[in-house]
């Protein structure tokens, strides 16, 4: 087994996962002179799709970006009137329709994954360094062991490396649970040409379509594509059952929970593009949160995994990487205060996106929805 030694004068960072969350971390660091590496176990930077559109909150996502100096770059990649939003019942009336202005603009994650690995100083980040586990030494340095046997010694470690973090045990027994939804992922490209009742239904932005305790979530994609996402309840294996290589045995199990649906929705999901791809949702509990534990911290998912419905991970995740760095900025000299205030921040706040991401699923999965949903943006209006 082969182990560095990194460091010298200078604190030793290591952070694992190169999501939102840590890279935001990293290039916030950079930006007040305070080197980190970045560890991520895939091959590189392109080495597969990084999921749909993001709508990035003020109060969050942008206040992150903000920290970061790249708030001007972020508003270039901006999908101009993504933030529209079409509600629907299952039946495809309209039941609600805005054309956005909430101040929570999409973004292709991609993009905007790739604008933060853009801004990074050269060799920020290693490839292929999947983490197994962490150890802490009697000198107080932790050991960060990777799947091939090799480790690297850091003085202050990170996990920022999402639902099944290797980092996470180090601070807490909690596991994520199984929240009795299961999303099946849809593409339709070439929306408009290709799938023009389906993309009539999405417009120009994102749609939710709800009823009967499930739901068909779509939103429109810088290319011109439509990702769907079909929300199931079903049980946590569900999908072991179905064969996810034959896409029509899978539209099949999918379009049964939609029987009585119109037809201009199950299109949604009859005119798939490519492969359908299951995602059961997991979750932390809400307010999840550990003691203190020395050179030790979590952000984004691996802290406190929640339900999409509320849009709130990939922001918390980024304001969390933007709080720890300037927290650690603040506190050059002392890094555990510097973590003592960054979770006593991050702690209240997450638990309160849990609740709402959490009140969010429910609303919109509930028997009478789109009501609920319909009624919230009213009182919003």
Known sequence: MATTETGGGQREIAIVGGGLGGLTLARVLAVHGIAATVYDQEPGPGARSQG????????????????????????????????????????????????????????????????LLDSLPPGSIRWNAKVSAVRSRDDGRHEVVFADGSTV????????????????????????DYLGVTFVEIDLHDADTRHPAAAAMAGRGSLFALGDGTGLLAHRETDGSLHVYAALPVPAGWADGIDFADRPAVQDAVLAHFTDWSDGLRALVAEADGPLVPRPLYGLPAGHRWSRVSGVTLLGDAAHLMSPFAGEGANNAMLDGAELGEALAAHRDDAEAALA???????PRSAEAADGSAQGMALCLAPDAPAGLVAMFGAAA
Do not use: C
């Not at 205030?341 to 702690?347: P, Q, R, T, V």
């Open 52 to 115: 749909g559109m993001l709508d990035i909150h003020e109060e969050s996502g942008q206040r992150a970006l903000r920290a970061a100096g790249l708030l001007d770059e972020f508003r270039r990649i901006v999908l101009p009137g993504g933030d529209a939003t079409i509600v629907r019942d299952r039946h495809g009336t309209v039941r609600h329709a805005d054309g956005g202005g909430n101040g929570r603009p999409e973004v292709d994650r991609g993009q905007l994954r790739e604008l």
């Open 341 to 347: 205030a960054y979770e006593a921040g991050m702690f």
């Open 153 to 176: 010694l850091a003085d202050l470690v990170v996990g920022a490396d999402g639902a099944w973090s290797k980092v996470r045990p180090r601070l807490s027994a909690a596991t994520p």
